[in-house]
Protein backbone atom coordinates (compact mmCIF):
# COMPACT_ATOMS: atom_id res chain seq x y z
CA UNK A 1 0.00 0.00 0.00
CA UNK A 2 1.35 3.22 -0.77
CA UNK A 3 0.30 6.37 1.76
CA UNK A 4 -0.81 9.72 -0.28
CA UNK A 5 -0.93 13.64 0.78
CA UNK A 6 -3.00 15.71 -1.31
CA UNK A 7 -2.87 19.56 -0.86
CA UNK A 8 -5.69 20.95 -2.24
CA UNK A 9 -6.86 24.54 -3.14
CA UNK A 10 -9.74 26.18 -5.20
CA UNK A 11 -12.75 27.93 -5.23
CA UNK A 12 -15.34 26.59 -2.60
CA UNK A 13 -18.55 24.95 -3.40
CA UNK A 14 -21.44 22.81 -2.55
CA UNK A 15 -20.57 18.83 -3.03
CA UNK A 16 -16.56 19.53 -3.64
CA UNK A 17 -15.65 17.12 -0.56
CA UNK A 18 -18.29 14.68 -2.19
CA UNK A 19 -16.85 14.74 -5.40
CA UNK A 20 -13.20 14.54 -3.93
CA UNK A 21 -13.92 11.47 -1.63
CA UNK A 22 -16.06 9.77 -4.62
CA UNK A 23 -13.20 9.80 -7.34
CA UNK A 24 -10.92 8.57 -4.16
CA UNK A 25 -12.89 5.68 -3.91
CA UNK A 26 -13.94 4.85 -7.19
CA UNK A 27 -10.25 4.52 -7.65
CA UNK A 28 -9.54 2.25 -4.87
CA UNK A 29 -8.24 4.56 -2.93
CA UNK A 30 -8.87 4.96 1.50
CA UNK A 31 -9.46 8.52 2.93
CA UNK A 32 -7.34 8.03 5.78
CA UNK A 33 -7.28 11.52 7.52
CA UNK A 34 -8.12 14.89 6.75
CA UNK A 35 -7.63 18.81 7.75
CA UNK A 36 -10.21 20.72 5.74
CA UNK A 37 -11.45 24.94 5.66
CA UNK A 38 -13.62 27.17 4.40
CA UNK A 39 -10.92 30.62 3.73
CA UNK A 40 -11.66 33.24 1.97
CA UNK A 41 -14.20 32.03 -0.53
CA UNK A 42 -11.66 28.88 -0.82
CA UNK A 43 -11.40 25.66 0.11
CA UNK A 44 -8.09 24.55 1.39
CA UNK A 45 -7.27 21.14 2.80
CA UNK A 46 -4.93 17.94 2.77
CA UNK A 47 -6.00 14.86 2.84
CA UNK A 48 -3.77 11.63 3.98
CA UNK A 49 -5.40 8.65 1.14
CA UNK A 50 -4.02 4.95 1.50
CA UNK A 51 -3.81 2.96 -2.04
CA UNK A 52 -2.71 -0.44 -3.36
CA UNK A 53 0.42 0.59 -5.95
CA UNK A 54 -1.75 -1.28 -9.14
CA UNK A 55 -4.25 1.72 -8.69
CA UNK A 56 -1.83 4.51 -8.03
CA UNK A 57 -1.64 6.12 -11.21
CA UNK A 58 -5.38 5.85 -11.95
CA UNK A 59 -6.25 7.95 -8.89
CA UNK A 60 -3.61 10.34 -9.89
CA UNK A 61 -5.20 10.77 -13.00
CA UNK A 62 -8.56 11.12 -11.52
CA UNK A 63 -7.55 13.73 -9.48
CA UNK A 64 -5.84 15.71 -11.69
CA UNK A 65 -9.13 15.75 -13.75
CA UNK A 66 -11.22 17.19 -11.18
CA UNK A 67 -12.13 20.73 -12.67
CA UNK A 68 -11.20 23.63 -10.57
CA UNK A 69 -9.09 22.38 -7.44
CA UNK A 70 -5.14 22.77 -8.05
CA UNK A 71 -4.26 19.02 -6.16
CA UNK A 72 -1.13 18.00 -5.36
CA UNK A 73 0.47 14.37 -4.75
CA UNK A 74 2.86 13.71 -2.20
CA UNK A 75 3.83 10.26 -1.67
CA UNK A 76 3.71 9.98 1.98
CA UNK A 77 5.74 7.41 5.45
CA UNK A 78 4.22 5.08 6.77
CA UNK A 79 3.71 6.20 10.65
CA UNK A 80 6.60 5.13 13.37
CA UNK A 81 4.87 2.90 15.73
CA UNK A 82 7.09 4.08 18.41
CA UNK A 83 5.38 7.79 18.45
CA UNK A 84 5.95 10.22 20.88
CA UNK A 85 4.03 12.00 23.47
CA UNK A 86 1.42 14.56 21.86
CA UNK A 87 -0.37 17.18 24.09
CA UNK A 88 -3.78 19.18 22.29
CA UNK A 89 -2.97 22.98 23.32
CA UNK A 90 -5.62 25.26 23.47
CA UNK A 91 -4.00 29.00 23.92
CA UNK A 92 -5.83 32.09 23.89
CA UNK A 93 -4.56 35.84 24.25
CA UNK A 94 -4.52 38.96 21.94
CA UNK A 95 -4.64 38.88 18.73
CA UNK A 96 -1.36 40.56 17.05
CA UNK A 97 0.58 40.29 14.04
CA UNK A 98 3.49 37.65 14.81
CA UNK A 99 1.93 35.44 17.22
CA UNK A 100 1.32 32.41 15.21
CA UNK A 101 5.80 32.85 14.64
CA UNK A 102 6.12 33.61 18.51
CA UNK A 103 4.66 30.18 19.12
CA UNK A 104 5.83 28.57 16.96
CA UNK A 105 9.06 29.66 17.84
CA UNK A 106 8.90 28.75 21.35
CA UNK A 107 7.71 25.08 20.60
CA UNK A 108 10.71 24.36 18.21
CA UNK A 109 13.10 25.96 20.95
CA UNK A 110 11.86 23.55 23.30
CA UNK A 111 12.74 21.07 21.25
CA UNK A 112 9.01 20.12 20.58
CA UNK A 113 6.91 20.09 17.31
CA UNK A 114 3.26 21.12 16.18
CA UNK A 115 1.87 18.50 14.32
CA UNK A 116 -1.67 20.15 13.89
CA UNK A 117 -2.32 23.62 14.42
CA UNK A 118 -5.79 25.78 14.22
CA UNK A 119 -5.93 29.09 14.51
CA UNK A 120 -8.60 31.76 14.18
CA UNK A 121 -9.24 35.37 15.22
CA UNK A 122 -12.23 35.90 16.71
CA UNK A 123 -14.27 39.72 17.90
CA UNK A 124 -13.64 40.55 21.55
CA UNK A 125 -15.75 43.45 22.11
CA UNK A 126 -15.28 43.92 25.84
CA UNK A 127 -11.18 43.92 25.56
CA UNK A 128 -10.75 46.14 22.92
CA UNK A 129 -8.54 44.23 20.76
CA UNK A 130 -9.46 40.89 19.13
CA UNK A 131 -8.51 37.35 20.31
CA UNK A 132 -6.55 35.09 19.09
CA UNK A 133 -7.36 31.24 19.42
CA UNK A 134 -5.93 28.42 18.82
CA UNK A 135 -5.63 24.46 18.71
CA UNK A 136 -1.97 22.75 18.45
CA UNK A 137 -1.33 19.67 18.58
CA UNK A 138 2.39 18.92 19.90
CA UNK A 139 4.64 16.45 19.87
CA UNK A 140 7.20 16.27 22.50
CA UNK A 141 10.64 15.27 22.95
CA UNK A 142 11.79 12.33 25.12
CA UNK A 143 11.43 12.87 28.58
CA UNK A 144 10.21 16.35 28.85
CA UNK A 145 7.27 17.38 30.37
CA UNK A 146 4.19 18.99 29.09
CA UNK A 147 4.28 21.72 31.93
CA UNK A 148 7.47 22.87 30.35
CA UNK A 149 6.30 23.52 27.25
CA UNK A 150 2.92 25.48 29.08
CA UNK A 151 5.13 27.61 31.36
CA UNK A 152 7.03 28.67 28.12
CA UNK A 153 4.04 29.78 26.23
CA UNK A 154 2.60 31.21 28.95
CA UNK A 155 5.66 33.62 29.32
CA UNK A 156 5.20 35.04 26.17
CA UNK A 157 3.11 37.52 27.38
CA UNK A 158 1.07 37.93 30.03
CA UNK A 159 -2.43 37.98 28.07
CA UNK A 160 -1.15 34.16 26.88
CA UNK A 161 -3.51 31.50 28.64
CA UNK A 162 -2.64 27.56 27.88
CA UNK A 163 -5.29 24.82 28.16
CA UNK A 164 -4.43 21.06 27.77
CA UNK A 165 -7.27 19.51 26.15
CA UNK A 166 -7.58 15.69 27.73
Sequence with gaps: MQQLVLTILGKDRTGLVEDLSS?????????????????AGKFAGIVQVEVAEEH??????????????????????????????????????????????????????KGANITHLTSKQQSAPNWGVPLFSAMATVSLPVGMSKDAVIEALESITPDVIVDVEE
Design 23 to 39: VILEHHGNWLASNLSHL
Design 56 to 109: LSELQKALDSINHLEIRVETGEISQADTPEQINLVITGNDRPGIVQELASVIRH
